[in-house]
């Protein structure tokens, strides 16, 4: 096919950068291509109203049915049904703009075995002579076989031209790095090899350089997922990828993509070179580790909702595109069930909930919660997958965001005051998932809430704007977008939804463990949202039951802190496979109790269960 349709450029500001595309590309397709990321919670439908930006110059398209439904203000367009035909210049919101999320890379390493599946081993070997023809690869293994004991059974052909070039290169004094029973890379005598662990989340992607002979973290990176422009939720890109076609080819090369210039960042930061990466180890839910392996995804979205491929993969690194040593590897951790993913495993063995002595409970709070019940004396691991939805990632809320500068992260109310707390103490600009617990929780201690979440009309903090009932967080004249920053019925209603999810999933693994709540000595959170998260404000809302002899315990990312053990020992990836064979998945709606735990867990707590 022939593209007629003439090129057009299209300047975006503030960011100011600029880019060539077709006429007729949608706003939201034009920013992918400039690199530049605007939220589209709902994949491009015009549901979500979250990808809102202003038309500076240019001409488009007229607005549409949708547009019209959202109410826009005067100049806005949503970016993903904008079409452009002329060349324009468009102003993105903050808001809007996906750029400066906060990400979480810090993620410190415990004590961990350092026994990584790649070895590397320094050759001196005579050069070929008229009396000893062995081919190149012939004298290495047979070097590896005589000095080191090592018998090497493969070698690729990429990696055979490198190690042969390498070889001639220093003199046939130089190291390889063998995997089993395979070489996989080589480099200049004494050059340790290097491996890149990475968590591939939903919404943030962290990606570490660990020295695979020291277990020492060289670098670490952070990037947004690209996928986020074609929906923010697992459910919605599955869907692109499901009826678009190509849709899983194009969702996975965004993510290779953003891992290839993650890896370069690395090196770069680390000075070293890339053929020094001799292994890989990712961890993801099981959406995203299928999207980037390519793998089938259609029976994730049907019920009832399996994997295609379940148990640890080693592909070669090249088969996804990044620069390493050529015959590298990426290792993906194994998952447990179809929405309980590789990433849970790790977040397992970052905290050894499968070595636990006490009966605990691991959560890690997302688009889906997933949840880890151990109960050591009866040998018992069982795991939840809530779907808890995108709400306290920000989306689905009226002013809702991530954790960007701008971001309401934190609300309090003392006597007439409401206060709110701001990433980076920039003027607030919408509100993040910690913020939403916390107005919900302040507004529930001051009274001005039912126990069904509703906003109560004549209480002094709510207000009634075209029928809805609100709460101004911020207002117009001192919030960042000129506009009143407010918590709505409707922002309560969805956090509310999460929770009935959540506490049903509790409800139904403690019961299918058949433990009583009072049994519960610790509770761990996992992940970003876990770690802001105020558990006092959770607990006022009850985001969780207040189980009477248990602990809370919050331990960051704990996923890429798993990724990076299972990167740096063998052991531990053996001791991945053992717990996703040995825990048990709970399906939540096999239980005919499921929507009575839901209807309850919607519920918020009275007085005495708040304060208790
Ligand atoms: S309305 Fe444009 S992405 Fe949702």
Same mark, same amino acid.
């Given at each position: 096919v022939i593209e007629t349709r003439p090129v057009i450029e299209v300047d975006f500001q503030p960011v100011g950068k600029r880019v060539h595309v077709r006429q007729?590309?949608?706003? @939201?397709?034009?920013?992918?291509?400039?690199? *530049?990321?605007?939220?589209?919670? /709902?994949?491009?439908?015009?549901? /979500?109203?979250? /990808?809102?930006?202003?038309?500076?110059?240019?001409?488009?398209?007229?607005?549409?049915?949708?547009?019209?439904?959202?109410?826009?203000?005067?100049?806005?367009?949503?970016?993903?049904?904008?079409? *452009?035909?002329?060349?324009?210049?468009?102003?993105?919101?903050?808001?809007?703009? @996906?750029?400066?999320?906060r990400l979480q890379t810090d993620s410190s390493l415990a004590q961990s075995p350092v026994d990584p599946v790649v070895r590397s081993f320094d050759l001196e070997i005579s050069a070929p002579t008229?009396?000893?023809?062995?081919?190149?690869?012939?004298?290495?293994?047979?070097? @590896?076989? =005589?000095?080191?004991?090592?018998?090497?059974?493969?070698?690729?052909?990429?990696?055979? /031209?490198?190690?042969?070039?390498?070889?001639?290169?220093?003199?046939?004094?130089?190291?390889?790095?063998?995997?089993?029973?395979?070489?996989?890379?080589?480099?200049?005598?004494?050059?340790?090899?290097?491996?890149?662990?990475?968590?591939?989340?939903?919404?943030?992607?962290a990606a570490y350089l660990l020295d695979l002979e020291t277990g020492r973290e060289l670098a670490a990176a952070g990037a947004l997922n690209p996928q986020i422009a074609y929906g923010e939720d697992v459910i919605s890109r599955l869907n692109v990828a499901d009826r678009?076609?190509?849709?899983?080819?194009?969702?996975? &090369?965004?993510?290779?993509?953003?891992?290839?210039?993650?890896?370069?960042?690395?090196?770069?930061?680390?000075?070293?070179?890339?053929?020094?990466?001799?292994?890989?180890?990712?961890?993801?839910?099981?959406?995203?580790?299928?999207?980037?392996?390519?793998?089938?995804?259609?029976?994730?979205?049907?019920?009832?909702?399996?994997?295609?491929v379940s148990s640890a993969q080693d592909i070669k690194v090249r088969q996804i595109g990044l620069q390493t040593a050529p015959g590298a590897y990426v290792h993906i951790l194994p998952c447990i069930g179809g929405f309980v993913?590789?990433?849970?495993?790790?977040?397992? @063995?970052?905290?050894?909930?499968?070595?636990?002595?006490?009966?605990?409970?691991?959560?890690?709070?997302?688009?889906?919660?997933?949840?880890? *019940?151990? &109960?050591?004396?009866?040998?018992?691991?069982?795991?939840?997958?809530?779907?808890?939805?995108?709400?306290?990632?920000?989306?689905?809320?009226?002013?809702?965001?991530?954790?960007?500068?701008?971001?309401?992260?934190?609300?309090?109310?003392?006597?007439?005051?409401?206060?709110?707390?701001?990433?980076?103490?920039a003027p607030p600009i919408g509100l993040c998932g910690s913020g939403v617990v916390d107005a919900m929780a302040a507004l529930h201690k001051e009274g001005a809430m039912n126990r069904s979440g509703r906003l109560d009309a004549d209480h002094p903090w709510?207000?009634?704007?075209?029928?809805?009932?609100?709460?101004? *967080?911020?207002?117009?004249?001192? =919030?960042?977008?000129?506009?009143?920053i407010t918590l709505s019925q409707e922002d309560i209603n969805q956090i509310l939804l999460a929770k009935g999810a959540i506490r049903a999933g509790l409800e139904i693994l403690l019961k299918a463990a058949q433990i009583e709540p009072d049994a519960v000595r610790e509770i761990i959170f996992a992940g970003a949202f876990g770690s802001f998260l105020n558990i006092n404000n959770a607990l006022t809302i009850g985001l969780f039951p207040r189980y009477r002899n248990a602990i809370f315990r919050q331990v960051g990312n704990a996923a890429a802190v798993g990724a990076k053990q299972a990167l740096l020992s063998h052991a531990v990836r053996l001791r991945a496979r053992q717990l996703a064979a040995e825990t048990k998945y709970v399906e939540l709606s096999t239980f005919p109790t499921f929507n009575r735990y839901f209807a309850l867990g919607m519920l918020l707590p009275d007085e005495n269960e708040s304060q208790r």
């Open positions: 007729d590309t949608s706003v @939201l397709q034009a920013a992918i291509e400039a690199g *530049l990321g605007i939220t589209s919670a /709902c994949g491009a439908h015009g549901s /979500c109203g979250k /990808c809102r930006v202003v038309i500076l110059s240019g001409e488009t398209n007229l607005p549409t049915a949708n547009e019209k439904r959202i109410g826009l203000q005067d100049g806005e367009r949503l970016a993903c049904h904008t079409l *452009l035909r002329s060349d324009a210049r468009i102003f993105i919101p903050p808001s809007s703009l @996906l750029g400066q999320q008229l009396t000893d023809l062995r081919a190149d690869l012939q004298r290495i293994t047979d070097e @590896l076989r =005589s000095n080191h004991n090592v018998a090497v059974g493969m070698v690729d052909i990429p990696t055979a /031209c490198h190690v042969s070039r390498l070889a001639r290169h220093h003199n046939w004094r130089f190291r390889v790095f063998v995997r089993g029973d395979e070489i996989v890379g080589a480099a200049p005598t004494g050059t340790p090899p290097v491996g890149m662990a990475v968590d591939l989340g939903t919404t943030k992607i678009q076609e190509d849709g899983t080819r194009l969702l996975a &090369h965004a993510v290779r993509e953003t891992l290839s210039e993650l890896l370069a960042n690395l090196t770069e930061a680390a000075g070293i070179d890339s053929g020094q990466v001799a292994d890989c180890c990712i961890v993801g839910n099981t959406a995203m580790t299928h999207l980037l392996l390519e793998l089938p995804i259609r029976q994730l979205v049907r019920t009832p909702y399996v994997a295609a993913g590789a990433d849970h495993v790790a977040m397992i @063995l970052a905290v050894d909930m499968d070595r636990v002595d006490q009966v605990t409970l691991g959560i890690d709070i997302g688009t889906n919660t997933e949840i880890l *019940l151990a &109960h050591p004396e009866r040998g018992f691991m069982g795991s939840v997958s809530c779907a808890s939805g995108p709400a306290f990632e920000g989306a689905h809320i009226a002013n809702g965001m991530r954790a960007a500068p701008g971001a309401i992260e934190a609300v309090s109310i003392v006597g007439p005051h409401m206060h709110v707390d701001t990433v980076d103490d709510v207000t009634t704007q075209s029928g809805v009932r609100e709460v101004i *967080l911020t207002a117009a004249d001192k =919030s960042g977008t000129g506009r009143d």
